[in-house]
């Protein structure tokens, strides 16, 4: 611009004719406005382009913004998303047994419900069990609770049992009973008894087959009218 002004001054200080200087000045100036205003355009022109180019994309500004953590305030009621540190297991194997301990099994002594007299009184019956006296003439009557499924097989092992015959002994016992009321009773000898009922006196006889006889005849539930006695189904003979 400078140059231009100074050559200006030159020209309006040279030997050209008035009208021919004034030209050339006129021309200067316009060639001079023109620049200056394709200078100023072209400049504006690479600002807006810069402008645009640096210009941030709007979807890559969402994707870029990162989400601000909110911090719950004191006296919030929302529980926090993570758990802190003090809600943590210690590490401390001591603490927390209270927890993983399993219950003791209780007392099985102390848990089981004790049978009701009623419950024990429908599964047994109450019978009368019959012994010779020491004199050997009479019968004692012994009260006893036997299982009322089998009170009958009972009784008879029970009379065996407690007459105790000195080197004699049963292996086994079968009772048998027919429409008429008649009770047979078969005995089978131990074989290693050392008698047998050819052998036995008759107080021992009496205390073995005459109890027998007593205890299921006087006991009416079973509604027995006499009792016999066999020894592998024949009839024994004293």
Not at 70 to 86: C, D, G, R, V
Not at 203 to 214: A, H, M, V
Request: hydrophobic share 35%; aromatic share 4%.
């Amino acid at each position: 611009m400078k140059s231009r002004v100074g050559k200006l001054k030159l020209l309006s200080h040279g030997f050209l004719p008035l009208a021919a200087r004034k030209q050339v000045l006129r021309k200067s100036l316009v060639q001079s406005v023109l620049g200056s205003i394709t200078l100023t355009l072209v400049g504006s022109l690479m600002g807006s382009l810069v402008s645009c180019s640096s210009a941030p994309n709007p979807s890559n500004t969402s994707q870029a913004t990162p989400t601000p953590t909110i911090s719950p305030s004191p006296n919030s009621t929302n529980p926090p998303l993570f758990s802190s540190p003090n809600n943590q297991t210690p590490n401390n194997p001591s603490l927390g047994k209270e927890n993983s301990t399993p219950a003791k099994p209780l007392n099985p002594e102390v848990t089981k419900s004790p049978k009701s007299p009623s419950s024990a009184a429908k599964n047994t019956v109450s019978i009368n069990i019959y012994q010779v006296d020491n004199q050997c003439n009479d019968f004692i009557a012994e009260r006893m609770d036997v299982p009322q499924n089998n009170s009958l097989d009972m009784a008879v092992s029970k009379v065996i049992e407690k007459s105790n015959i000195n080197e004699f002994s049963l292996s086994n016992s079968k009772v048998t009973i027919n429409p008429q009321g008649i009770a047979t009773i078969d005995f089978q000898v131990a074989a290693n008894s050392k008698r047998r009922f050819i052998s036995l006196s008759s107080c021992e006889q009496f205390n073995l087959f005459g109890s027998l006889r007593k205890t299921l005849i006087d006991n009416p539930d079973w509604q027995i009218k006499d009792v016999r006695f066999t020894e592998g189904g024949k009839e024994i003979v004293l």
